[in-house]
Each structure stands twice: as structure tokens, then as C-alpha cells.
């Protein structure tokens, strides 16, 4: 174990770590993964509360998701998708489709990808429109989209990006509908109609040079699972409607059942103005990664409406879409996540979850009351808290003293969240309340 932190030291570049940080708090040297659980190089069990930065969605080491990649190695481990195609990329993108009625599919390798080949393609679509002007872009204030240079830019989250501001495009941030920041008395809902207000005057200003809105559909991962009404959803696609701007959903994060739908943007009610038959919010984009694979293998996609997909044929080949990645619809990427389909319909998850998450509820409600827990929120299978006498390296104390419990959870500064696979079972998340209550009591923490 020793030998391994000392090699991890001095060999590897830890994500978003302060390396120094790491001689006083040494990374966890996990051995192997069990269901919820990671296991250490000295046979130590700790729950996943996180689901590993909020990828894995049926536990680790998963049977039916090892067999799937295990078959597909048999038979290709790559492709370039230039040149070439296979049964599990267009397998996937078919199935991908029917559930966002959403009928092409471009793929990438990690989230931030997907971020960056949404706004290209949303600004070469005006292009090819004849309005090469369109090429701004809107977020949320607190969003986050990945941080490469062009998702850092319609990234708000300071502690990343900026001291990268002199390598970034300027783009504009909106008020975001958090219903943490409502005014006393005011609902989420009026507030988050409030907020799309805000939008509505910057687009009415500035559609004329607006690409498109991203936005994070429902929940504001990185600013601290900060959650808001869907209302926000149906008046902003209204909006983009209108004043003919795209509206691209990231759902890296949400999607894939977290929110307790498939996808996020499904629970948006429908408008009196959207017409008969549109029940949910369909956006112009949609970016997907995170629990795709279930948490196995890096793959994005970029799933774009009919009319984006036409804007882009033609003779000319500077008009179609010349982006790629090496790795671009990796087969073994692609089998996994069409093993994680199989498993939402066999065994019915989305539905299964609903009742997982009142029981999951009901287990944290002694935390929910704790006098020093603020905010206290839930939507599908995600919790979060704030603890309102947090100091300065809160984050970190929680994080040791859970792990002390047997858990592995990382607060985003004051915010405790829990974020579990969806085969977390209720002994083991009443073991999960357990944990942070003993935290809890600790005032030094
Ligand atoms: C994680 C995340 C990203 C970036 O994905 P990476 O795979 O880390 O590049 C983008 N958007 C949202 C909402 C995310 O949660």
C-alpha cells in the first residue's frame, strides 16, 4: 500500500488535486470494486456514496456488463468510425434515438467533448445557415460543462477557470434558477420563471449573435447539486424557440436516470404553447456521457435533432461536420453502454428507483432534521445538504472522517451530497446515514 502511494506520488498527475495536498492526505489504493463497494490494498471496504465522480450506475465489476465488453472483445476492440462502421455504434445510436427522439448521433470521448461538439456544431449550423454571426454562446450562472478551453468558457465556476480566462471566449451568463436563491415566500417555480425572465431580456438584446443556451438540465452538479423547478426547462425552449437560438441540454451528469427520469429534460411540463402531443422539453442538443458506460469505459455523444442533421448536407464537404476523435464510437465503449440499456429495461430501473428513493429518503431523515444541516434536497437518486456552520476545509475533514466510516464521499465545499449506484441497497444506505451522522457530531469537523 505504501509502495503504491509513493509511486502514485511520484509518477502520477492526480485530477484536480493539489499535488502537495497529497503527502498529508494520500489517495485511497483500491485493489478492486465489488457492487457499491471499493476495496483497498488492505482488504478496507468503502461504500461508493459518489458513484465514482458520478459514472457508475450498476455497482462495480458489474456481471452483465463485464460479459457484454467480454463478448465484443472477441470478436473487435476498434475501429476508426471514419471509413468504417459496426454493430454496437449504430445499435446504440438506434436506441438512443427512440428514447430522446433525437436521430443522430456523434460521439466523443469524455463529457467535456461532448460540450465542445455541441458548440461547434451549433455554431457552424448558423453558418451554414448564412448567419456565420450566430456564433455566441449563453449559460447558467454556477454551470459547469467540462474544462476544456471551449467548455471552460461556458463553465461559472471560478475555482477552475479563472486562472484560464486569458485562454477563454467570452460568453454570457444568466441568472441561474437555483431554488436555494428564491427570495423568502417565493416558490422555486416563481423564482425559476423569474430567472427565465433574465433570459428572455439577454435573447430578446442578443439572439442576433447567440449560437445557442447550454444548460444543465434540472440539477447544477458542480455548483453543489444545486436543483431547480422545471419550469425554467419549457420557458427556456419556449424562449430559444422564439428567438431562434438552440438550446443544448448537458445532461453528462443528469442523464441515464439520476434525476429519476431517463433524461432530465423529460420532466420540463409541457407549455400551452408547445401543441398537442409534445410532452416534454426536446432540445436542439443533447450531451451524454458520465453513466453511459455504466461507469465502465470513456464514450460521449452528441445527439442532435433532424433539422440540425440536415443543416449540415451537401456537396461541399467544408459544410458537413469535420470533427473527430481517435477513439470515436469505440466498440467496447458501445457495448458496454448497450448493456447498460438492457439492464434499464429488463429490469425496469427507472421504476424501481422511484420506490428505491423514498425508502432512501425516509433513511436519511434523521439527517434531513439535523440542526446543523441546511437545504436539505433530493430528486431521483441524488442528496445533497448544506452544512451551515462549515469552515474552511470542511470538504476535506468530512472526506477522512467518512472514510474512517467506511465511506467514500467528497463534499463539494459545504455541500454533503450523495450520489449512489443504483443498486445500493437499504442496509447499506441506512449504513451511509450512519456514517455522516457520527461526522456530524463531531464539531471539529
Ligand atoms: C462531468 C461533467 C462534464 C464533463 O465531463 P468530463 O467527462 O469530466 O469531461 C460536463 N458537464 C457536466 C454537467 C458534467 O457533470
Redesign the pocket.
Known sequence: MDDLLNRTRAAVWHPCTQMKQLEAAPPLAIARGEGVWLIDTDERRYLDAISSW?VNLFGHCNPRINAAITDQLGKIEHVMLAGATHEPVVALSERLAALTGLGHAFYGS????A?EIALKMSAHYWRNQGQPEKNGFVSLKNG????TVG?LSVTDIPLFKSTYEPLLRHTVQVPTPDARLAEPGETAEAYALRCAGALEAHLAEHAATTAALIV?PLVQ??AGMAMYHPAYLARARELCDRYRVHLIA?E??VGFGRTGTMFACEQAPPLPLAGAGIKTVRPDFM?L??GITGGYLPL?AVLTSDDVYAAFWGDATARGFLHSHSYTGNPLACSAALAVLDIFEHDNVIAANRVRAIEFTSLLAELAAHPRVRHFRHLGMIWAFEVADATPGFSARLHRAALAQGVFIRPIGGTVYAMPPYVTSADEMRALADALLVCLADPEI
Open positions: 458520478w469524455d463529457g467535456a467533448s460540450t459547469y460543462h467540462g474544462e467548455a444543465e452538479g458542480a448537458d453528462i451528469a450531451c456521457s458520465k460521449s
